[in-house]
Each structure stands twice: as structure tokens, then as C-alpha cells.
């Protein structure tokens, strides 16, 4: 009996050693990562620092990146315009987290390790790790994350999605906070979900895809193709409805001549673009956002934006101006703007 167990044991251990698994390494491209920024703590804060002797935080962005063979932007503005948006909710390991700090934008990053951690170079405590929902300084700064890591993960059978009418999708049920916006857009052909007949509604919208939704919205044509964006061109997805929007005067291009149809969608974008499109009137009473001074280019859109009752702000009395959309968050804006 014992021979034949000692038998079984020694086919079992050959045909792992003969059929190795498929899974995904434990020291994938993530772990790499945060290994190597946890490898730098206690490192100390240098201005322009770029090596293990001193890092700024951008610098230490694209130290540790560089040791997994991923190349980044030197400055925190470039790095938060590379990657895949990642909302809050959806972050993994390896993510580079951002935050507003000194001056609008992206102003400094860090690398997300999981539980709500990432490692960072503070300019006061260098290289150390803090809370991304710290209530006295990291939370109420948080702008966004962004994924440059794609993990090989196993190759899983996937069961055919189950079909759903318009309106209705596998991740919004009807406890969903903006269930009723959504499914109402959904029904009148103004925004669609995704091929799985999810909506993903935590993820961030991008200037493109808010020119398709209003296009549809306002049933909006191109009529001169005044947009000639480096780049958008006539192949790119959602051209059509990009030309509508910018022959419409809603959208513009940057100074150097972009659309920029990936960007985040800001709130402040919002304020913009919905004063544009739908002519709200002026603001009797000032909403006395405390992050919107009066000097902002968006103050006049944004407090007709909450005149109009579209918005009403954070209970702290922000507007958070700079924080990018999600495509839930649009969803009950534009219902807003077009039903109430």
C-alpha cells in the first residue's frame, strides 16, 4: 500500500514538472513593480532626483517602471497622459496613482500596491508609502490612475454573455445610484453599453466619447469639417461625431492642434462644454464652490451648471473641477440636461 501511494505521488509531481501551469507567474510584471518601489523607501526627496541616491516623484515614477522594461514621461503632466484610465474602485497593483497638489492637474504620482497604499516621493518624507484615501492631505487630492501593465492572464472558457435589452446592463441593477438615468439613455439610443452588455459605469469617459453621446443627443451633423485635428482623421472611430460637435462649437482642439480624443473628461469639461450645448441661462445666486475661484476660465459654465440644477457639488462644497468623469456620472448629467 505505502509503495503504490509513493507510486501515485511521483506521477503526480512528473506530470507537473512534464505540464507546467499556464497561470500567470506570481513575480508577474505588477509584482515586479511594487517590489521594486518598495525596494526605494526610505530613499530621500531630491528635486530633479532620478536615481536611488535622490528622487523627485516623477523621477521615481520612471526609475521603478524602467526596472520592468517600461518606458514613462519624465514629467507627472506627461506620465497622467499615457496607460488606460483606471477608476478608484478598479485599481490593481502597479498602477500609477495621481494627484492634484501645487498647481492644477497632475502634479505628483505614485505607485499603487494595493489596500488603499502607494509608494511615493514626498517631498517631506521621501521615498515612503501613504493612504490614497488619507482624509488630511492624499484623499481629498486624488485626480485619477492610469494602468501601463497588461498581465497575460490564463486562458479561461468564457460563457457567451447573456443578451439584455436596451437600457439594461449586467453591472447597473436597479440599486444603482443612477440606474433610472442610465437605463432612460439606454432607451432612447442616446448612449450604449459594451458588446458583453455591461455599461461599466465607474470607468472614465474621454472627450470622444462624450462627442458621440452629444451627437446623438442633440442630433448633430457634421456641416463644414472645420476640425482639422493631427489627431483625428477620417478613420479614426467616432470621426463623424467629433466633426458635428466641433462644426457645432462645442468641442475645440488644443494650442498645438489636437483633439485629444482619449483625455479624461473633466467636470470642469463638463461645465464647458453643457453651457455650450444646451445655453444655460445666467446664475442669480453664485453656488460659492470653495475649489472654483472666480478667476477659473470654467467659473461663469460651471455656476450656470448648478444654477441649472445639473449639479450640485460635493457635501464638502466642492466642485473638484479637475477630477475626471465617469461614465455614470455623465449619464445623469446629460439626463439632467435633456429631461429636467
Known sequence: MFSRIMMTLLAVILLVTLYPSNQVSASSTA???????????????RWGGTTPSGFDCSGFMRYVYDQVGISLPRTTAEQYRVGQNVSKSNLRPGDLVFFETYQPGASHSGVYIGNNQFVHASSSNGVS??????????????????????????????????????????????????????????????????????????????????????????????????????????????????????????????S??????????????????FDRAFDLPEAVTAAGFTDVPSSSNAYDAIQRL????????????????????????????LHRALYE
Open 31 to 45: 509584482d515586479k513593480v511594487v517590489a521594486a518601489a518598495k525596494a526605494q523607501i526610505g530613499v530621500p526627496y
Open 129 to 254: 508609502t501613504s493612504s490614497i484615501n488619507d482624509p488630511h492631505y492624499w484623499g481629498p487630492r486624488y485626480l485619477g490612475a492610469k494602468r501601463v501593465i497588461e498581465e497575460k492572464q490564463p486562458t479561461v472558457q468564457e460563457a457567451k454573455p447573456v443578451s439584455l435589452p436596451a437600457g439594461q446592463y449586467h453591472d447597473v441593477d436597479n440599486s444603482f445610484w443612477a440606474h433610472d438615468m442610465i437605463k432612460r439613455l439606454g432607451e432612447a439610443g442616446i448612449i450604449n453599453g459594451y458588446n458583453d452588455f455591461t455599461f461599466k459605469p465607474n470607468n472614465e469617459i474621454t472627450r470622444s466619447q462624450v462627442a458621440r453621446l452629444l451627437a446623438r443627443a442633440l442630433d448633430l451633423k457634421p456641416t463644414n469639417y472645420s476640425g482639422d485635428f493631427n489627431d483625428v482623421h477620417s478613420n479614426t472611430s467616432g470621426y463623424e461625431e467629433i466633426q458635428a460637435v466641433v462644426d457645432a462649437g462645442l468641442f475645440k482642439g488644443d
Open 256 to 273: 498645438n492642434g489636437n483633439f485629444r480624443p482619449n483625455d479624461p473628461f473633466t467636470r470642469a469639461h463638463i461645465a464647458i462644454v
Open 306 to 333: 448648478a444654477a441649472s440644477g445639473i449639479t450640485t457639488g460635493h457635501n464638502d462644497n466642492t466642485f473638484r473641477p479637475n477630477n475626471s468623469t465617469t461614465r455614470a456620472q455623465l449619464a445623469v448629467f
